[in-house]
């Protein structure tokens, strides 16, 4: 909820500009990757994935990069709008193991 | 929603008190996780179980217990409550190999006092 977002990192974005929000990971060995997107009181929702066969995968007004040589992941979000306020989280999952592993999330805040 | 109840929705308890929050899916998947939400932590794993009575640990499984013993329903146990407890619990479910997606129920906010 609110009260999670209060100590995240802060990504603040104009209304309609891109976002562009980051995330490390240290497993190397894993090889598939999510973002979901958490609104205030609400449960995770699933935006995005992609396995480490890809660089690079679109959605609808999104896209997920992969760098694995430097284990790093990025959201883009287009043309951002106000719904888009939310706390973002990527995570991870290694080959046959059955974890999934969340980052500490960015919080997203969007200026009118 | 995919089909995922938490229950209760909110509970406070007292420290030292045995308290129990299940996850009831209708969903039919093999996959069933807990995960607890603390300010500046994000999600972090308790336990999953990946069949009926096919548990393993994650990140932060000291002071919890879980038991599923039919597929549509996994119960987290807190035995002996304590103030580091208090937080928000997630529970969710994914249907198997080749389908990575988690789908999170609403939430469980406990408080313990």
């Known amino acids: 909820g609110e009260s999670v977002g209060l100590h995240l990192p802060t990504l603040s974005v104009q209304e309609g500009d891109n976002s562009i929000i980051n995330c490390a990971y240290s497993n190397s060995a894993s090889d598939y990757f999510i973002w979901y997107k958490q609104e205030s009181g609400k449960g995770p929702q699933f935006i995005i994935d992609i396995r480490s066969n890809m660089d690079k995968r679109q959605g609808q007004r999104v896209t997920v990069l992969l760098n694995k040589t430097v284990k790093h992941l990025s959201l883009q979000i287009a043309a951002t709008q106000p719904g888009d306020s939310a706390v973002y989280f990527c995570?991870?999952?290694?080959?046959?193991?059955?974890?999934?592993?969340f980052g500490k999330g960015t919080r997203l805040h969007i200026l009118p | 929603d995919a089909g995922i109840t938490q229950s209760p929705r909110h509970k406070v308890t007292e420290t030292g008190t045995p308290v129990t929050l299940r996850c009831h899916q209708t969903?039919?998947?093999?996959?069933m996780y807990w995960y607890r939400q603390d300010p500046g932590h994000g999600l972090r794993l308790i336990h999953y179980s990946y069949g009926v009575k096919d548990t393993d640990k994650g990140e932060v499984s000291d002071g919890y217990s879980v038991s599923r013993s039919k597929t549509e329903d996994f119960l987290l146990t807190l035995e002996s409550a304590t103030s580091s407890q208090t937080s928000v619990y997630f529970c969710?479910?994914?249907?198997?190999?080749?389908?990575?997606?988690?789908?999170f129920g609403s939430g469980t906010q406990l408080s313990v006092l």
């Open positions: 969903e039919n998947h093999r996959y």
């Open positions: 969710a479910i994914r249907g198997g190999s080749g389908m990575e997606k988690l789908f």
């Open positions: 995570a991870e999952k290694a080959g046959r193991d059955d974890k999934i592993i």
